[in-house]
């Protein structure tokens, strides 16, 4: 097996703790505002979908959830400070598939196990992408130019660990190529150094550079989606049209500290359902290439094992180097 070599500038001190106060009763649940932690910067498509729900969500909860930006560490920052919080439904986390990754690379000790989880909102597959003017119209001359010159091709990414990293690494793996890795504290910053030249191209989710795409800025050039998505995105060939099998995707959602009380994780619950069967949340998301995937609370903790199970298991074939 070839091996990647993917620097991890630093690993994560991330101490779990246990929560920091017993949760208040439940019975006037809740008396004030919901902080939703976000583990990425904002205008990507996890900071998106947050708002997105907070503005809907609040038809069916009596309290205003605001959203709260903590980017770094490919969301280990926030997902920590989150599984950390009193477990009191005051602060509600938004899990990102990074949360069934970077404990395999040691860069936090919070995994898919500390949280109560609430529900799975969204999921989408990688894409790779590149500007308009650059001279590769297909993935196979952009494949064949980092097989011929390994390193040359900058491949850019929402962080270190991060689900988008580790798709290109998996190209790097199916298909015999050498990329240079760049990472960005969050999707959205990688897009704009796509956009203004700074690297060759990024793995992205659809929704992160569906705006640019739409302005002849972006070009797609294939997606890591089991079968091809709808429009824009219908005539983007799939790896598996290519005839490498290569499925990765992101996936968010919501979750709270252990320990959070039943009542108040039956609330959150109703909430989050009734937010993801709400059409104008449905239609929001699809407007920003963001496609809904919703799944109750036992159904996305089981998800959530199964990703991490998957994920450790592409780790250790993928043979990183940490």
């Given at each position: 097996m070839k091996l990647l070599r993917i620097a991890l500038p630093g690993l994560l001190a991330l101490v779990t703790a246990a929560p920091?106060?017993?949760?208040?009763?439940?019975?006037?649940?809740?008396s004030r505002p919901i902080e939703m932690v976000v583990p990425s910067s904002a205008g990507g498509g996890t900071d998106v979908m947050a708002r997105l729900f907070a503005d809907t969500a609040k038809k069916y909860i009596a309290q205003p959830i605001v959203v709260s930006n903590k980017p770094g560490a490919s969301g280990g920052i926030a997902m920590t400070e989150v599984q950390r919080a009193?477990?009191?439904?005051?602060?509600v986390g938004v899990l990102i598939s990074e949360l069934a990754i970077?404990?395999?690379?040691?860069?936090?000790?919070?995994?898919?196990?500390?949280?109560?989880?609430?529900?799975?909102?969204?999921?989408?597959?990688?894409?790779?992408?590149?500007?308009?003017?650059?001279?590769?119209q297909s993935i196979d001359e952009l494949l064949a130019q980092a097989r011929k010159q390994p390193g040359t091709v900058t491949m850019?990414?929402?962080g270190?660990?991060?689900?988008?990293?580790?798709?290109?690494?998996?190209?790097?793996?199916?298909?015999?190529?050498?990329?240079?890795h760049v990472p960005y504290q969050g999707a959205a910053p990688s897009v704009?150094?796509?956009?203004?030249?700074?690297?060759?191209?990024?793995?992205?989710s659809p929704a992160e550079i569906g705006s640019f795409v739409a302005a002849g800025k972006l070009r797609v050039l294939v997606s890591m989606a089991d079968r091809r998505l709808p429009a824009p995105y219908d005539k983007v060939p799939t790896f598996k049209e290519k005839g490498t099998e290569l499925v990765v995707g992101t996936w968010r959602g919501l979750g709270v500290p252990l320990g959070t009380p039943p009542e108040v994780v039956q609330i959150l619950r109703d909430v989050a359902r009734k937010t993801a069967e709400d059409p104008a949340f449905r239609d929001a998301l699809t407007k920003a290439?963001?496609?809904?995937?919703?799944?109750?609370?036992?159904?996305?903790?089981?998800?959530?094992?199964s990703q991490s199970d998957y994920f450790k298991k592409l780790l250790g074939g993928l043979n990183i180097q940490k």
């Open positions: 920091a106060a017993t949760a208040a009763p439940a019975s006037d649940y809740p009193a477990p009191d439904g005051y602060k970077i404990p395999h690379l040691n860069m936090t000790k919070v995994t898919t196990a500390d949280f109560v989880p609430i529900a799975r909102l969204n999921g989408d597959p990688g894409l790779i992408a590149v500007r308009a003017e650059a001279p590769w850019g990414n929402a270190t660990g991060t689900i988008w990293h580790l798709a290109a690494a998996a190209v790097e793996e199916k298909t015999g190529v050498k990329f240079n704009m150094a796509l956009v203004g030249g700074h690297v060759d191209a990024i793995t992205v290439n963001l496609q809904p995937a919703y799944l109750d609370g036992a159904q996305f903790q089981a998800f959530m094992n």
